[in-house]
């Protein structure tokens, strides 16, 4: 019996490598480059659930990995606002880009 897993337990097996790599002092960015080798050569890439299914994309993958690395939210819709009390509209936080 082969078992398939959904994209949030790939999401969660990606971050918990990602975060042994860490400790055990590797560097990250090259860590990553395998998640790289298999977006870019999709016959490398172990399947991890039938066609169709809620699997996930190497490219996915390697955001949420960037994601996560970066500390981005990954869309202008998330972060950090202030809610302006005088016209009850929020602004965006400046960055330290």
Known sequence: MKFLSNRKQVYRTDLFSLQLCRNVGFDLE?????????AANPDLAVPVS????????????????????????????????EYQRADSSLLRMAGDD
Not at 30 to 38: I, K, S
């Open 30 to 38: 090259n860590c990553l480059d395998t998640v790289w080798a298999m």
């Open 50 to 81: 039938k066609p169709g299914a809620a699997g996930a994309s190497p490219l996915q993958r390697m955001k949420r990995l960037r994601m996560e690395l970066d500390g981005s939210p990954g869309s202008d819709e998330y972060g950090l606002f």
